[in-house]
Nanobody
Framework: QLQLVESGGGLVQPGGSLRLSCTAS????????IGWFRQAPGKEREGVSC????????NYADSVKGRFTISRDNAKNTVYLQMNSLKPEDTAVYYC???????????????????WGQGTQVTVSS
């Protein structure tokens, strides 16, 4: 069973930054495309960003373009989400997940992903 673990969440003021990490438990992430998602209270899960296994292709939701950057370090078996210029509306639980094979490279649909981590809380508030 593939298991992902997210970390790096916390409380930050508007305009601040956080870096989230997604690591694998017991297997290598190198072969998989990874997506970041978030879910705020009372809202549906929303795709934030995704990255191919090679790291050469990425995609972002319009709401985070220019503020968030996804990257990966396969030597460290980790995928990152650098979040800058954070806004209160970015407050959510953030999850990472593995994309199913043969799904669109740009997909941010939660149904195209599996093996969800437990999530890490990000709160943007003054």
């Amino acid at each position: 069973q593939l298991q992902l673990v997210e970390s790096g969440g916390g409380l930050v003021q508007p305009g601040g930054s956080l870096r989230l990490s997604c690591t694998a438990s017991g297997f290598t992430l190198n072969y998989y495309a990874i997506g970041w998602f978030r879910q705020a209270p009372g809202k549906e899960r929303e795709g934030v960003s995704c990255i191919e296994n090679s790291g050469d292709k990425t995609n972002y939701a319009d709401s985070v373009k220019g503020r968030f950057t996804i990257s990966r370090d396969n030597a460290k078996n980790t995928v990152y989400l650098q979040m800058n210029s954070l806004k209160p509306e970015d407050t959510a639980v953030y999850y990472c997940a593995i994309r199913f094979e043969y799904r669109s490279a740009s997909s941010l649909r939660s149904g195209d992903f599996h093996s969800w981590g437990q999530g890490t809380q990000v709160t943007v508030s003054s």
